[in-house]
């Protein structure tokens, strides 16, 4: 959702902000600007729609760029003002001599905005953006010096930003501000850049200074100053990212979302790597806080997230109750943050995040601070804005996701709450050692089970085939595969657009039943040994019986199966309690292949973005 990056150096300015910007692409967007210096002056070029197009707009152009010396660039998702190129960023002031770039939202920009038309500023865009442009023009005017100008400016806003901005009259620097959206410095030889995340630097440079809330930050090619809301300058750490470039890559694949699916064997063997290396001795959480004492004293467990990350908390409930006890409540983030809570200081709230920068979740996690719980996130981004409010933290190591619909991060999230749930067991001596010893056992055996999968995708892409021209779809299942019923039916809508919806199977019968028919597949995820499958099954047959499509999704080798289901994904042997990190893989399969199938935009979604920093 929206993305930064400037730049200041002796390379070509443009091919740095362009490429910056296509490693933001992943996170969603409508729209994309650029704002160069050259010949001394302010060269702004905007399009609708995909970034191929400012690359075409910047060739069309070439013979007016000569040697741009800085520059900002954004990408645009439309919160306040439809896409359009009036709206999409730099923003400029009435003379255009200040452009602006800004990711998040200005919850005050009416107000600013009447203000400054009283001044005699003039509008073009319906964003909120814009006020920044004229409020730092004004202050400009009176100081003559653009970093007083942003820091008086700043201190006038409400909401979050992220902002870029650039003068005419101060060449080749840029001034950079955040407050509750994510912004750091990429530091060079001779160059520096400013960016609203790291992939847009890791081309370029993996030092990085990250900026904290009402924090500025003045970039030119020699220097890069930070310094506080009040003027002083504060001494940053230099970090250095664990990124190669090569993460960025679809390395072969069509999509960078097959790649993802296509890794996440690995990916649990990082996650495992460190944590759980012998069935015999306990998980090692080397970053969760969470001691005798604390879990004595400790009531229930809130478990807060959205999209993927919310599913993923749904099995970790389930996990987490049936090792250790302990009662757990989960809960969107954005509905959190809007009821009366029942945190408080003996509540361990678990936060869960891709990302790590998302609007609700952060929100949400700070409400939970100020009741005094212990916070432990569960992230892919130990870099982020949430993993800096931790109390205790469960990093993901899943590498960095491309792919909008997540993949592998959800994986690694499964993996994580299976590491949390045994080690609570293990304090809390919960669960009998041998079957602690097993499932610990069944969890290396993961990555080798579903490299199964991936070898052969055969039946599943003939199953896409063969149901893409279906409308609307139901997933459905019990206990433990609930949250995967939920998660599969989320990425085909997510990627194909086709109306999917995961219901507990025993819910079948008490409505959805009334819309079943020969157009509505229902897709059914049945593991036998378990305390469910008896049960899906007669489901499956009250479904059968109203001429709906059945495909299964099992780990059973009866042969009886291929006699009621239209298709049968067939997965390795795994116990019920496991089978989420399997069965999740199929079902990511199943929606990329139909959404390839229907030609799609399979990594980057209409309307979705990969991290949504506005609530
Ligand atoms: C967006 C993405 C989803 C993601 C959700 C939560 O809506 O499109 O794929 O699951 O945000 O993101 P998070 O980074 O908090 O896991």
Redesign the pocket.
Known sequence: MCGIIGYVGYRDVVSVILSGLTNLEYR?YDSAGIAIRDDGEIKIYKTLGKLINLKNELEANRAQIHNPTSGIGHIRWATHGSPSIINAHPHTCTCGRLVVVHNGIIENYKELREKLVAKGCKFKSQTDTEVIAHLVADEFGQTKDLELAVRNSVKKLQGAYAVCVMHKDVPDLIVGARKHAPMLVGVGNGENFIASDTPALIEYTKRTIYLEDNEIAVVTKDKVKITDINGNEVAKRIEVLPWEPVALSKLGYKHFMLKEIHEQPDVIRNVLNGKLYDIEQPIILGEVKLNKEILKSLNKIQII??????HAALAGKYLIEDFSGISVEVEASSEYIYRKSTTDSSTLVIG???????AD?ITAIKQAKEKNAHVLIITNRPDSNMARLADSLIPLNAGIEVS???TK?YIAQLISFYLFAIHLAEIKGSLDKGYLKNIKHELIQLPTKIEEVLSDTSVIQSCARKFSSYKNFIYIARGINLSTALEGALKLK?ISYINATGYAAGELKHGPIAMLDETMPVLSILIPGGITYEKVLSNCEEAKARNAKLIALTSSTDKKLDNIFDVVIRIPQVTEILSPAITCVPLQLLAYYIAEFLGKDVDQPRN?????TVE
């Open positions: 969603g997230a959205c999209g993927t990350s919310l869960v995040s891709q990302s790590g920068e998302t979740t909008v619909a997540a991060s997510e979705l973005a990969k991290s949504v």
